[in-house]
């Protein structure tokens, strides 16, 4: 049970010697996916650019330039190369993201005002509470009141 054969350990000695000159390629086929994941996201890094507008001003990109959308009046802010950049179909392209961008913000925050203003009515009816339910109903709802305008004008009203 104690007999081994001097080829054996011989064969095996060879076989690791191998493995470990072959760790260096072993090594970079593990860190294969993770080099590629690292090349994919810089190159999205790169391939992504910052839109051409903004809803606010924004000193840090150069977008202080005032506009505004001529079909809804929604107003944005531009860098100082864009008159120059955009005109015709693409102006109306970059306008019509600028007002998606707008409506969407407008629907959120609404839906916000909404969920606050039913908060409050909610509290106010559990404590009987009357200051809440007034305070419930003083909501001012700008961004509904907004959404609303945005709704008629859409709709030729």
Known sequence: AGYSHPNQHRQSGHEREEERGDGGFSMFIQLMPVIVLILVSLLSQLMVSNPPYALYPRSSTGQTIKMQTENLGVVYYVNKDFRNEYKGVSLQKVEKSVEEDYVSNIR?????????????????????????????????????????????????G
């Open 108 to 156: 959120n925050n609404c839906w916000k005002e909404r969920q606050q203003k039913t908060d409050l009515l909610y509290a106010a009816k559990v404590y009987r509470d009357d200051r809440l339910r007034k305070k419930a109903d003083s909501m001012s709802m700008d961004n509904c009141k907004e959404l609303e305008r945005l709704t008629s004008l859409y709709r030729g």
